[in-house]
Nanobody, 125 residues
Framework: EVQLVESGGGLVQAGGSLRLSCAASGFTFGDYVIGWFRQAPGKEREGISCISSSDGSTYYADSMKGRFTISSDNAKNTVYLQMNSLKPEDTGVYSC??????????????????WGQGTQVTVSS
């Protein structure tokens, strides 16, 4: 059974940091790209970043560069999202997803096969 389980969300003050984790199981981790997405209340889902555990290549959405860092621990089949200097507008549900690795550095939402249930991040002002 494929599982993607996010953790690490919570309530943090503006300017603070959080590290989210996405633990993957049920598929060959090295064959997939793991991406992070978020959805704020009343807004569409937006992509943050993705990483290939195969070669470590990463991609960041332009608006996410600088404060967010994605990393992977292949021994633990886990991908992390370090979020620094958080702002109230970063509030939302953060989800991870898996897309089959094709060698590309960018994957559309439709290319992601499996999704986690999400973890809530709330940034207070």
């Amino acid at each position: 059974e494929v599982q993607l389980v996010e953790s690490g969300g919570g309530l943090v003050q503006a300017g603070g940091s959080l590290r989210l984790s996405c633990a993957a199981s049920g598929f060959t981790f090295g064959d997939y790209v793991i991406g992070w997405f978020r959805q704020a209340p009343g807004k569409e889902r937006e992509g943050i970043s993705c990483i290939s555990s195969s070669d470590g290549s990463t991609y960041y959405a332009d608006s996410m560069k600088g404060r967010f860092t994605i990393s992977s621990d292949n021994a633990k089949n886990t991908v992390y999202l370090q979020m620094n200097s958080l702002k109230p507008e970063d509030t939302g549900v953060y989800s991870c997803a898996a897309a089959y690795y094709t060698g590309s550095y960018y994957y559309t939402v439709e290319e992601y096969d499996w999704w986690g249930q999400g973890t809530q991040v709330t940034v207070s002002s």
